[in-house]
């Protein structure tokens, strides 16, 4: 991390970039990325590539930030909806227009075009969902578990940051 807690959605966005991206370079050291290659968009397949101020790349929250709201966050503290918001767990660098088609869906009305990701997906879905004790609706259940039986070695991911956000954050 390259800069104060104050912009910590910034940290976190050059942080899956450099992540997720390929051949980056950078500006001001190796904080901020100027240039990258989305090599295999998870959710379209296609290429694309990334520069600081297009907006051909997103930094999706795959449990959008308005669904985990009306799904229990809204009871949280502060710190619990930050940590949601800057999850690297929650995050993936992806094509922006595939992404807005995506809008503030949950599993129930939408998946990845790209067949081939949607179990990679809803497992990390259910992974945010279950690390922040998010609800699931009826229907996003039914629709997790279709998906899901189509690939049963699927395992859900794990890591990511702690459920609560540090009162005072010291760059690194």
Request: glycine letters at 8%; hydrophobic letters at 35%.
């Amino acid at each position: 991390m390259c800069i104060t807690w104050t912009r910590e959605i910034e940290i976190t966005r050059d942080d899956i970039l450099k992540r997720d991206l390929a051949r980056v370079r950078f500006t001001g050291g190796h904080c901020k990325v100027s240039y990258g290659v989305l090599e295999s968009d998870p959710y379209s397949g296609k290429e694309v590539t990334y520069r600081r101020g297009s907006s051909k790349v997103d930094i999706d929250h795959m449990v959008a930030l308005s669904d985990a709201w009306q799904k229990g966050a809204k009871y949280w503290d502060a710190g619990k909806r930050i940590a949601l918001a800057n999850d690297p767990l929650n995050l993936l660098a992806v094509d922006a227009s595939t992404n807005r088609s995506k809008g503030d869906g949950d599993t129930a009305t939408w998946l990845p075009p790209d067949k081939g990701y949607r179990c990679t997906y809803v497992a990390a879905q259910v992974a945010v969902k279950k690390k922040y004790e998010l609800w699931v609706t009826e229907a996003e259940k039914s629709a997790m578990e279709k998906v899901l039986t189509t690939c049963p070695g699927q395992r859900l991911p794990v890591g990511g940051n702690p459920t609560k956000a540090p009162g005072r954050f010291h760059a690194g």
